[in-house]
T-cell receptor, first 109, second 114 residues
Framework: LAKTTQPISMDSYEGQEVNITCSHN???????ITWYQQFPSQGPRFIIQ???TKVTNEVASLFIPADRKSSTLSLPRVSLSDTAVYYC??????????FGGGTRVLVKP | DAGVTQSPTHLIKTRGQQVTLRCSPKSGHDTVSWYQQALGQGPQFIFQ???????QRGNFPDRFSGHQFPNYSSELNVNALLLGDSALYLCASSPGGYSNQPQHFGDGTRLSIL
């Protein structure tokens, strides 16, 4: 599975857009890029997944350039409840998930 | 529609004891994976079960074993507990064996070793 690199932490303010970029230079052809959110003492929660270009759902957007060596998770208009750790992973069919350290996002009032 | 459920939520054991953790996957899911998450770190893959067999295994010793039942539920067993086994143990389920469908996680079992 692809090794991913993402910032250790980011601070933001309520109402702002938060963009977290993840590098995955050796991502395999069949890997999907998957993002999870985790609050303290809870399991990771699936946010969004994509293969290329742009994917949008009710909570986030995922931008993946043509070379697929990076991806950007965009959280529009964050609130205090979006304070969490965000993980970027490569997902191959049926394979295990390899988590890195994630990005700790702190949303301030 | 119930998601992934794990039991118990908390557990305290002493060194050398054995423990069994349980997981019921999300409805419609047949693949179960187990992860160990130490404080302040990302989850680490232990193993994955599909069709009642261990399909993949991470870098964990044989003290960690598991089982999957015909109803797709699963157990994680850890023998000869060490202080370093203190962690949050997460179960995740996904559908369809080798699909690209994302895994859905339970909220874990917090295991403390004294």
């Amino acid at each position: 599975l692809a090794k991913t690199t993402q910032p250790i932490s980011m601070d933001s303010y309520e109402g702002q857009e938060v963009n977290i970029t993840c590098s995955h230079n050796n991502i395999a052809t069949n890997d999907y890029i998957t993002w999870y959110q985790q609050f303290p003492s809870q399991g990771p929660r699936f946010i969004i997944q994509g293969y290329k270009t742009k994917v949008t759902n009710e909570v986030a957007s995922l931008f993946i350039p043509a070379d697929r060596k990076s991806s950007t998770l965009s959280l529009p208009r964050v609130s205090l409840s979006d304070t969490a750790v965000y993980y970027c992973l490569g997902l191959a069919a049926g394979n295990k998930l390899t988590f890195g350290g994630g990005t700790r996002v702190l949303v301030k009032p | 529609d119930a998601g992934v459920t794990q039991s118990p939520t908390h557990l305290i054991k002493t060194r050398g004891q054995q423990v069994t953790l349980r997981c019921s996957p999300k409805s419609g899911h047949d693949t179960v994976s187990w992860y160990q998450q130490a404080l302040g770190q990302g989850p680490q893959f232990i193993f994955q079960y599909y069709e009642e067999e261990e399909r993949q295994r991470g870098n964990f010793p044989d003290r960690f074993s598991g089982h999957q039942f015909p109803n797709y539920s699963s157990e994680l067993n850890v023998n000869a507990l060490l202080l370093g086994d203190s962690a949050l143990y997460l179960c995740a389920s996904s559908p369809g064996g080798y699909s690209n469908q994302p895994q859905h996680f339970g909220d874990g079992t917090r295991l403390s070793i004294l």
